[in-house]
């Protein structure tokens, strides 16, 4: 009897599991497809100059061509350009959720919040997050944030150290798209170059505009994105 509660006990835990993850990644799916479509709509109303200005930033540009032929350079030029403004201006993105904001759709009003909110930073990989995604410590402001993403499930490991924007969406993040892979001595030697080795300044310069144009720009001269895949 108490062999066959076991294994009652065990089937249904695995079937909530399994349950508890088709919900979790069908949110996801919604997610990510609203966060696709709705930078897709941001991007329109980006400025062929400006979106060279922000490519010319990252060594992919001349002011006048973009040298980028393929999709993993062109993602950080896209982050550049959506995420990021002149003090002063507006972000792209802020543009967009201002117009779509008011009449949004429920699911798509929280993706819009969250890619407001989103945040650059360079995160080491924990460990899988029940019931799906990982476990990612932040490495320049602290903390852990679980994230949803089917393809970094698949391909990322413990140890990993990734360049990225991520935007809160409820009880996960998902990312905004351009991800760096980078190793871990080569993270502690670009932080260390980009805050002559002051230890407190790692969370200022993850919240400035400029930390991801310097990454970025290294990321293209060392490579480091030529391994990416973007589905």
């Known amino acids: 009897m108490a062999q066959a509660l076991q294994a009652s006990m065990e089937f249904h835990g695995d079937e909530m ?6 919900a979790t990644l069908g949110r996801y799916r919604r997610y990510s497809d609203l966060r696709k479509e709705i930078q897709s709509a941001a991007l329109k109303n980006v400025s062929a100059s400006s979106f060279l ?17 393929d999709l993993s350079g062109m993602a950080l030029v896209y982050d550049l350009a959506l995420y990021t403004a002149q003090p002063g201006r507006t972000r792209a993105i802020e543009r967009c959720a201002r117009k779509r904001l008011k009449a949004s759709q429920p699911e798509e ?7 407001l909110a989103s945040r650059f930073s360079i995160f080491g990989v924990v460990g899988r997050r029940e019931p799906a995604g990982v476990l990612l410590e932040d490495l320049m402001r602290g903390g852990t944030i679980p994230l ?20 809160p969406i409820e009880d996960f993040v998902i990312t905004c798209g351009a991800v760096v892979p980078m190793g871990g001595g080569l993270f502690e030697a670009i932080v260390e170059f980009l805050t002559d080795a002051v230890e407190a300044e790692r969370a200022a310069l993850a919240g400035h505009r400029r930390f991801a144009v310097a990454l970025y720009e290294l990321a293209i001269e060392l490579g480091l994105t030529r391994s990416v895949i973007y589905r």
């Open 17 to 22: 599991h399994a349950s508890s993850r088709v």
């Open 53 to 69: 200005a922000h490519a010319k930033r990252i060594g992919l540009s001349d002011g006048s061509v973009v040298f980028a032929d």
């Open 109 to 115: 009003a929280v993706v819009l919040q969250g890619l």
């Open 148 to 167: 949803v993403d089917e393809g970094l499930e698949q391909s990322a490991r413990v140890g990993d150290v990734l360049a990225m924007r991520v935007a």
